[in-house]
């Protein structure tokens, strides 16, 4: 039986979804090539589903509905408010390309990435096995739908196959991973797995065997290596619009049902699952930014950057708990909280710059196509820089203030161990400068290839400056968003 607390808990998302249909029936009507009221109705809606998100996550409480299966807690509920707000970007920024490229036909693109958002959603706020497996899914449907949108590029289509396959795999071992986590301990419940573990009442190899399917699942949500190879192909071949829409928000999400279930559910093995995730973030560290130095097509050499800053935020998964104590998990997750957050910002501003570059018939795909930016358009040449030097991590910009965080909760550990990954990461980081400094090398000192302005709608240029200058502000005062980060975590934890 349905109460009102439990359907207060969830009105974000039954607001998505109310909206999410509405938006599909009045898009039958409207005829215009940039579907002006289908656009406008989607960012309103997800305005409104950010406002209410903040709402609950400001309140500091933690509820649960529909008999524990559903939390509604601050780190979940800042999550989903940053993953609305990202999504709503996404919108504005891929609008002008998807309209260039006959991807408006009919609203699908608004109304599937409504539906992802909403898969993003369930993920994150899953207390229950089963729902967070069935957000993960809808997240993941939508997506291949959405790589796929344009029906008439065969690189689309392969890329969307790629994806399907490699994604299905993965859901596949999750799966049968959350299968043998329940067949040991007889419940679905997230809070009941975590006291049947802890009660130590159950037999450890089949959990820990369990335990490894369920990494495996997760680390190919997170692109970290070895289950990063859908990224770099399907970031290539998806176009530009949709490689940002399964780039940014999903990010979010993939932290959340990590926590989830890694953290919340399985917290008494944290001594196995760290080693795992430890292994996972050296890997993606060295693999990324390796592989990145010898791209010349912008967006796989972002892919394998993805794949590098993934491995910052692994990192920090796998320093909470020392010796069994769990004194540092708050500081270490907060850290890859915040990490998180200002990859997915810096990451809209990136995408942001590349979709605004490409023109109908053109793909602004290779590192060259950006050269001479500056001479063209000194605002999105500046815009870019910021982005490559955050990614980069070069003060004072926030790329620089995350992956210091994560380094310090390394630190703060006290283990020998832990401070080896720390010096690890900070080499790695040095490589990967190289392969960001080269665009900003190749955008203020090479010759331009066109001498035509870059021009862009009102909508995009502001929200694109506002991106860019919050990369730069976050970096300067940075305390802000990571007491956000920290008290959201704290919070969680003791619910």
Request: charged residues 10%.
């Amino acid at each position: 039986m349905l109460d009102s607390l439990s359907l207060i808990v969830v009105s974000p998302e039954i607001f998505l979804l109310v909206m999410t249909c509405v938006i599909l029936l009045v898009d039958l009507g409207v005829t215009s090539r940039l579907r002006g009221l289908t656009h406008l109705l989607s960012l309103c809606t997800l305005a409104v589903t950010a406002w209410l998100c903040a709402q609950a996550a400001l309140s500091g409480e933690t509820h649960y509905a529909f008999g524990r299966m559903f939390v509604s807690d601050p780190m979940g509920n800042w999550l989903k408010a940053f993953a609305a707000i990202a999504m709503a970007v996404t919108l504005v920024y891929g609008r002008p390309y998807a309209a260039d490229r006959d991807m408006l036909r009919g609203g699908e693109l608004f109304t599937l990435s409504l539906f992802s958002l909403l898969g993003i959603f369930i993920m994150v706020s899953g207390s229950n096995l089963l729902l967070v497996y069935l957000g993960l899914e809808l997240l993941t449907l939508s997506s291949y739908a959405l790589v796929a949108l344009r029906r008439d590029n065969a690189k689309a289509t392969e890329a969307a196959m790629k994806y399907f396959v490699l994604g299905a795999m993965a859901s596949g071992f999750l799966l049968y991973g959350l299968s043998m986590i329940y067949g040991a301990t007889g419940s679905l419940d997230i809070n009941e797995v975590f006291k049947t573990i802890s009660s130590g009442r159950i037999k450890h190899e089949v959990l820990v065997f369990g335990l490894v399917f369920v990494v495996a699942g997760l680390a190919f949500k997170l692109g970290a290596v070895p289950f990063h190879m859908w990224i770099p192909d399907v970031y290539q071949g998806a176009p530009t619009a949709i490689t940002l829409m399964i780039g940014a928000a999903p990010e979010l999400a993939a932290f959340g049902i990590v926590i989830r279930l890694l953290v919340e559910g399985m917290m008494p093995l944290a001594i196995d699952w760290q080693q795992m995730l430890v292994v996972l973030g050296v890997a993606s560290l060295l693999v990324g930014n390796l592989a990145a130095i010898a791209q010349t097509n912008l967006k796989r050499m972002l892919a394998y950057s993805t794949i590098a800053q993934m491995g910052f935020v692994v990192l920090g998964l796998a320093a909470g708990v020392v010796g069994g104590v769990s004194t540092n998990a708050a500081s270490a997750y907060s850290a890859s909280m915040f990490y998180v957050v200002t990859y997915v910002l810096t990451t809209l501003a990136t995408f942001g710059i590349i979709l605004l570059l490409a023109r109908e018939g053109f793909e602004s795909e290779e590192i060259s196509d950006l050269a001479g930016l500056n001479q063209r358009s000194p605002l999105y040449a500046g815009i870019m820089a910021i982005c490559m030097f955050s990614l980069a991590g070069v003060p004072p910009l926030v790329g620089f203030y995350a992956k210091l965080s994560v380094l310090q909760s390394l630190v703060a550990s006290g283990a020998g161990f832990h401070m080896g990954l720390a010096i690890f990461a900070v080499l790695a980081s040095l490589i990967g400068a190289f392969y960001y400094l080269r665009v900003v090398k190749v955008m203020y000192f090479d010759a331009p290839i066109t001498a035509s302005t870059v021009a862009a709608p009102a909508d995009v240029r502001v929200v694109l400056s506002i991106n860019g200058a919050l990369v730069l502000i976050l970096g300067i005062v940075p305390g802000g968003l990571m007491t956000l980060c920290s008290e959201a975590i704290i919070r969680t934890l003791a619910g």
